[in-house]
């Protein structure tokens, strides 16, 4: 037991090891990709968007929320690298014959996109939010709930983009995935609009947002970063992500099943 | 002539065949889905919770411009596979030897954009349908806005077709990122040039060179008027002259990667 855990773990080791070293030469242009997106989303919802007539307190909110914008960009692009793996290349079919128990296997995947969107979204987040300055009004920071929520939050996207890598043909992946999952996904998911006023101004719309996942990313990065009465409590925004890690897992190994069918 | 017109407008029958077969998909994702979507968080839940309960005419104005997207995006599904052509199976080599290139490439741009002007001719009015009040037509001309549409499908279809001349397949998502999104955004995705303008000066004098602007504001126009807003003709003559300028750069561009005679 204990030799095979050394074993699985040594490979996840190796593995985590060598994606990170390929990482290491791309994360120049993916921050230069981050900053891109990051310096557009300041100058639209620090300074347009007011201009137009939005509110300054909504602000922080809407900024914070943009996270996700990036963090689906980013997501898409980790499916996009599986999708083509699986449909041409196969690199995936080597690695499912390494001594490597599968759940540790699909552990490298997850621990790989985790570290990528992490080195990449932190920096550009801090500068987002510096570059804010004043606009960015905060009431009560809490930072280790902060590292809490923003760790679930990237198990969660990791798990989902994977899932939908494997879930879907890769005709349908390109012809519907934005239109269909992701569009929808981050519409009604708070990511433009903090939630108790999506309730205030029509409670049924606020209720059917809920029911999205992502809600739960944005109000609890806005609750940990932002603090204050605005926001849903961290202590439902917890749970509820870790409901969704476990339904986005549940879908993952269905699409493992369903297209690589590892024995 | 004759023969060249003819074999045209088979290549062109040959794509329209082609395209029919995912028109359900599509039908369903621009026609349905992109409309409702948009109109509900831009023309409903955005004007209210941004602007407050009396501000339909700037949800109207956002909204108008978020057809962008789907313009750029639908008219790179029907250009991009001459990119992934070029780099693998070179089925262009084919056609180029029955039509000269030039008219090749016009081939592709009048299906792109024909296609994308076909889906995307209900997406006002599928709006206006569901969330009446909410998208105020009271100014709106809806046949300078569904001209202005098919303008902006012509332009849109001509640039992709550029980038797929230009570009390689491991260009693509850094090119969305790096040049796509700055142009759709300082292009009046989110706001109009007016609003633009009062932020930066020298930002609003900037987006005279981004002809996905001329896009926004032509729709804006139509649907909405007033002097805030560039003339519609300016918009007009502005997008046929990007066109053009694709057009001519991607005729360049198509002989370096095929090398054509």
Not at chain 1, 180 to 194: A, C, E, N, V
Not at chain 1, 210 to 232: H, K, M, S
Request: contains cysteine; glycine residues 6%.
């Amino acid at each position: 037991m204990a030799r095979a855990l050394t074993t699985n773990f040594n490979v996840f080791w190796q593995l985590v090891k060598r994606d990170a070293y390929v990482l290491s030469f791309q994360l120049k242009s993916k921050l230069v990709d981050g900053a891109a997106i990051v310096a557009l989303q300041v100058l639209v919802f620090g300074h347009l968007l007011p201009l137009a007539g939005m509110a300054p307190n909504l602000i922080a909110p809407t900024f914070i929320g943009t996270i996700i914008q990036l963090c689906i960009t980013l997501g898409y692009g980790l499916s996009l690298r599986l999708l083509f793996d699986v449909e041409y290349n196969r690199f995936i079919s080597y690695r499912l014959t390494l001594p490597l128990n599968k759940q540790w296997l699909f552990g490298v995947y997850i621990v790989n996109f985790m570290i990528e969107q992490l080195v990449t979204t932190i920096p550009l987040f801090s500068l987002g939010i510096i570059a804010l300055g004043s606009s960015f009004v905060t009431v009560h920071t809490s930072p280790l709930l902060f590292v809490v929520v923003y760790f679930l939050s990237l198990f969660f996207m990791a798990s989902l983009f994977l899932s939908f890598s494997l879930m879907y043909s890769f005709r349908w992946f390109f012809d519907n995935l934005w239109p269909r999952r992701l569009t929808p996904l981050l519409l009604f998911g708070g990511s433009f609009f903090p939630w108790k006023k999506v309730f205030a101004f029509s409670p049924t719309v606020g209720v059917l947002f809920l029911a999205n996942p992502f809600t739960y990313v944005a109000e609890g990065l806005r609750a940990t970063l932002i603090g204050g009465p605005d926001f849903l409590p961290i202590f439902v925004s917890i749970p509820m992500l870790l409901v969704g890690i476990t339904v986005s897992w549940l879908l993952f190994s269905r699409g493992v099943s369903k297209r690589l069918d590892p024995v | 002539m004759l023969r060249t017109m003819h074999i045209f407008c088979v290549f062109l029958w040959r794509d329209f065949t082609l395209g029919w077969k995912s028109k359900n998909s599509y039908l369903i994702n621009y026609i349905l889905i992109y409309p409702m979507l948009y109109a509900f968080t831009f023309l409903y839940l955005q004007s209210n919770i941004y602007f407050g309960a009396h501000q339909q005419a700037m949800g109207t104005a956002i909204f108008v411009g978020n057809i962008l997207l789907a313009l750029i995006t639908l008219s790179n599904k029907y250009t991009n596979e001459l990119m992934f052509d070029l780099e693998q199976n070179r089925f262009i080599d084919y056609q180029i030897s029955l039509l000269p290139p030039r008219f090749v490439l016009l081939e592709r741009i009048t299906f792109a954009a024909l296609c994308t002007f076909l889906m995307l001719m209900p997406y006002f009015p599928v709006a206006k349908l569901v969330f009446r009040d909410q998208f105020v037509t009271t100014n709106t001309s809806w046949i300078a806005l569904e001209i202005m549409v098919f303008v902006g499908a012509f332009f849109c279809s001509s640039y992709n077709l550029l980038m797929s001349c230009i570009l390689r397949t491991a260009q693509i998502s850094q090119f969305w990122i790096r040049i796509n999104q700055p142009l759709l955004i300082l292009g009046g995705f989110w706001v109009p040039r007016y609003i633009i303008q009062q932020f930066s000066p020298l930002l609003g004098a900037l987006t005279y060179l981004n002809p996905l602007m001329y896009v926004t504001e032509g729709l804006r126009q139509a649907a909405i008027g007033g002097n805030q807003f560039l003339p519609l003709w300016i918009c007009l003559v502005m997008l046929l002259l990007f066109t053009c300028l694709c057009i001519i750069t991607s005729f360049y561009f198509f002989k370096k990667r095929t090398d054509h005679i």
